[in-house]
């Protein structure tokens, strides 16, 4: 389980709200940072707004930059962390297991029987102080729960989960007010 290398990607809106910065970083099993990436702001045009519609967002944080950081990292994760759901997808086009993850809500925590029928599981653990998590992986990649669900009630354990994101998220604010490339 030390050896494990832990992806989480993301992509958030630029400050200026028309642009989008892709991000991944990798970890070990305790969340300490291993490798870090990130895009350039990416910026639609009109025409693309128009002609991608609502699947402009997919196209970007997938085809633009999520698949495009994958292949440059030298540290493959054994698995992927996403925090949008339409990230999910990129399991088809990567080989690494990609998993949904955002804080669980308390009336899941409540009824894990319900939350489960919706292809969700809850992530808890009593003897850390940590919230718990809910996670949803692709369903045309069930091997993917029994391969990883071990690994990854292990590592919530060692730390937060969801922080990462935050960190990431910190990240690109620094960029954003430093270089130009990131607004």
């Given at each position: 389980m030390s050896k494990l290398k832990i992806g989480f990607y993301s992509l958030y809106e630029t400050d200026i709200k028309d642009s989008y910065v892709g991000t991944l970083l990798?970890?070990?099993?305790?969340?300490?940072?291993l490798e870090f990436k990130c895009t350039h702001s990416v910026k639609a045009t009109a025409i693309?707004?128009?002609?991608?519609?609502?699947?402009?967002?997919?196209?970007?944080?997938?085809e633009l930059c999520g698949l495009p950081l994958m292949k440059s990292i030298t540290n493959s994760p054994d698995f992927l962390f996403v925090n949008e759901n339409y990230l999910l997808t990129?399991?088809?086009?990567?080989?690494?297991?990609?998993?949904?993850?955002?804080r669980a809500d308390k009336e899941n925590q409540d009824k894990p029987e319900e939350f489960a029928k919706e292809g969700k599981l809850l992530v808890a653990h009593e003897y850390n102080n940590f919230e718990p998590v809910e996670i949803q992986y692709n369903q045309d990649f069930a091997k993917d729960t029994k391969a990883t669900l071990e690994d990854v009630n292990t590592i919530s354990a060692n730390f937060d989960l969801i922080e990462p994101f935050e960190r990431m998220k910190k990240s690109v604010e620094i960029l954003g007010k430093t270089d130009s490339k990131f607004k």
């Open positions: 990798i970890t070990d099993s305790y969340g300490i940072p693309q707004k128009a002609l991608y519609g609502e699947r402009l967002q997919p196209y970007i944080g997938i990129m399991r088809g086009k990567i080989s690494t297991p990609v998993i949904l993850i955002a």
